[in-house]
């Protein structure tokens, strides 16, 4: 039984300098639709976020857009992909809202604003503040230099092993899709030191 209904969605305002991130996008919002899962997601329309957007919403997947007031403006909507739009005061009303309206999370390539939301739901599994299935779509290799910091601060003792354990990297979004499935957190009962 697929207990994933909604996942939220964390990734680029642009596109990239690589095509295949854009695809990757188109891939990912197929693939969630073939699973019956909906997305939450920014709100924008703008690059890899509206791309996934657009796609999820054009398969007639529910698409549910969170974006605090400032954004709320046509230069970061331009047409409507989205079968739901929640405006809120702030971005930490945001990233709560699209927390909460998440099974699960998967972070694609993006910039300071898609990293600080990932790393967010990690310290917050870490915490204990979810239970929720965590994941990098590891398009090209994206992610490795991150993977590669994990590792480095595992091995200086920043870090503890079965939080990274807990954490899904895949470069294709069906094997993701299904490890998300299939994973029961072991992190459940850890607590941040």
């Known amino acids: 039984m697929n207990t994933i209904k909604t996942v939220a969605v964390f990734c680029g305002s642009s596109v990239g300098n690589n095509p295949l991130y854009k695809q990757k996008a188109i891939d990912l919002g197929n693939a969630l639709c073939t699973n019956q899962m ?3 997601y920014g709100g924008g329309n703008l690059g890899l976020m509206g791309v996934v957007a657009k796609t999820v919403f054009s398969l ?7 974006l605090p007031e400032a954004l709320n403006l046509a230069s970061v909507r331009k047409e409507v992909v989205e079968t739901e739009l929640i405006v809120v005061p702030t971005m930490h009303e945001r990233k709560a809202r699209m927390y909460s309206l998440a099974d699960a999370f998967i972070a694609l390539p ?3 604003g898609t990293f600080e ?3 967010e739901v990690v310290t917050w599994l870490q915490l204990g503040y979810h239970h929720k299935p965590v994941a990098l779509l590891n398009t090209a290799g994206f992610y490795d230099p991150l993977l590669h910091l994990f590792q480095q601060s595992s091995r200086e003792g920043f870090l503890h092993q079965d939080l990274l354990d807990c954490i899904v990297v895949e470069e294709d ?8 499935q299939n994973i029961t957190m072991t992190f459940k009962d850890k607590v941040a030191r």
């Not at 007639?60 to 969170?66: E, I, K, N, S």
């Not at 979004?173 to 998300?180: A, D, F």
């Open 117 to 119: 939301e990932f790393l």
């Open 110 to 112: 993006g910039g300071v």
């Open 60 to 66: 007639g997947g529910p698409v549910t857009g969170v």
């Open 173 to 180: 979004e069906n094997i993701l899709l299904q490890r998300l």
């Open 38 to 40: 909906g997305i939450v």
